[in-house]
DNA sequence: TAGATTGTTAATCGATTAACAATC
DNA sequence: TAGATTGTTAATCGATTAACAATC
């Protein structure tokens, strides 16, 4: 019985962070890391990664450190590790596209399907993979077992083509559509809505420019 | 005095949100929003939602709801709206020109700017701009008087990719390179990492699946 | 007035961090 | 042993949510 389910989520989106460092150390040759060392490169308090390592066992040495090779393929075996993981792409405009040709030659994910609704785009090739039908996505994500699928359609498209995701076996979807999805059961859905990243950014830089406009305070 | 500053992370990351029910509410004609109405909407509780208005002001009208005209408006207020913030781009990859498209003909977001390091892609038009030289960078932000960067670099350069940007005027930047930028002092960076994201789901997506080797349990 | 819904209080929950005992 | 660093305890902090008084 494994204990991942106890991880919590803050922790869990911490971990590819760290584990992205891991394999630069590894890279580097280094036998051993301080928690103190970790969290500087990461970008977190020291305590943090500690208790964020507590969670997946006792990987650390007291008066020592963690030795890299075991730590790096602990966490690398939580987030997936060890396999590359077959994905899905739904939606074949500008960003689709991006994406597929971003992640074609990905050591941990492949792209293993490209679908869009247009037929004019049916056919070509983008990344090395060629644009399906909306009509073989069931049968694609079926033969090749993917569990991801990266949603990258019109906000009007994004929950139906979830449901499609979720009755055809895919248990993990990205969404780059500007909704909030309600995932089957049994699904996870992560949303990225770019447009809204860009607003909390414009939040910020319209406070500090009405800050500046009544003076630098003090 | 605005109170913005007050406006806890966690909900400026929701306003976004709220905002864009917001907007398909005042096309769909209606004049009143109860907050369980826009909870639901947004995907949160009724009692969150009410919260995080609260720190905007008192918009609402007990027994009543809230003036959908009036609430867009205040959101939309906070978040930059009634002006087209300039946006500059740096890095014409795959991410970068997907960008530049995406937000061709975006309403609150105008690309003035697109850099690339590589003298091939310099002159090229993606989505209506001309792709320039890092060198022409400061000159442009400067002319254009954009607050916001997009940052699609390579890892290794995205750390001096956003001290020029700073250097330059930029105080909010989006950075899409898989790495943790120290953000200059005054800088605010948001950061988007797609593999991370992925490895995420993969996480998930490997717990569900050696849960079901050992049984779905009870 | 009676019914409805906001804005806020108070309780709960989860995440973060300082501090230190355990221990290499 | 002396020095160093982990793993964990306890305190702090911020975010969430139920409940309800205020009030339209």
């Given at each position: 019985?494994?204990?991942?389910?106890?991880?919590?989520?803050?922790?869990?989106?911490?971990?590819?962070?760290?584990?992205?460092?891991?394999?630069?150390?590894?890279?580097?040759?280094?036998?051993?890391?301080?928690?103190?060392?970790?969290?500087?490169?990461?970008?977190?308090?020291?305590?943090?990664?500690?208790?964020?390592?507590?969670?997946?066992?006792?990987?650390?040495?007291?008066?020592?450190?963690?030795?890299?090779?075991?730590?790096?393929?602990?966490?690398?075996?939580?987030?997936?590790?060890?396999?590359?993981?077959?994905?899905?792409?739904?939606?074949?405009?500008?960003?689709?596209?991006?994406?597929?040709?971003?992640?074609?030659?990905?050591?941990?994910?492949?792209?293993?399907?490209?679908?869009?609704?247009?037929?004019a785009l049916?056919?070509?090739?983008?990344?090395?993979?060629?644009?399906?039908?909306?009509?073989?996505?069931?049968?694609?994500?079926?033969?090749?077992?993917?569990?991801?699928?990266?949603?990258?359609?019109?906000?009007?498209?994004?929950?139906?083509?979830?449901?499609?995701?979720?009755?055809?076996?895919?248990?993990s979807?990205?969404n780059f559509?500007?909704?909030?999805?309600?995932p089957?059961?049994?699904?996870?859905?992560?949303?990225?809505?770019?447009?809204?990243?860009?607003?909390?950014?414009?939040?910020?830089?319209?406070?500090?420019?009405?800050?500046?406009?009544?003076?630098?305070?003090?």
């Amino acid at each position: 019985m494994s204990a991942t389910s106890e991880i919590p989520p803050a922790t869990v989106g911490r971990l590819p962070g760290y584990w992205r460092v891991m394999r630069d150390l590894v890279d580097a040759g280094a036998n051993i890391v301080s928690s103190t060392e970790l969290a500087e490169a990461a970008g977190v308090n020291s305590a943090q990664l500690r208790r964020d390592l507590s969670y997946l066992g006792s990987y650390g040495t007291r008066g020592v450190g963690y030795d890299v090779a075991v730590l790096s393929e602990r966490i690398g075996h939580h987030l997936g590790g060890g396999r590359r993981w077959p994905v899905v792409i739904v939606g074949a405009g500008n960003i689709g596209r991006a994406l597929a040709r971003h992640h074609a030659d990905d050591e941990h994910f492949r792209v293993v399907g490209l679908f869009d609704a247009d037929p004019a785009l049916v056919g070509s090739l983008v990344g090395g993979v060629i644009v399906s039908a909306m009509s073989d996505l069931e049968a694609i994500v079926a033969s090749t077992g993917a569990a991801l699928a990266i949603v990258a359609v019109p906000g009007t498209e994004a929950q139906s083509v979830c449901d499609l995701l979720a009755a055809a076996g895919v248990t993990s979807i990205l969404n780059f559509a500007p909704i909030t999805v309600v995932p089957a059961e049994g699904v996870n859905v992560r949303g990225v809505d770019l447009t809204q990243e860009l607003q909390i950014l414009a939040f910020h830089a319209a406070r500090r420019r009405s800050a500046s406009e009544n003076g630098p305070g003090i």
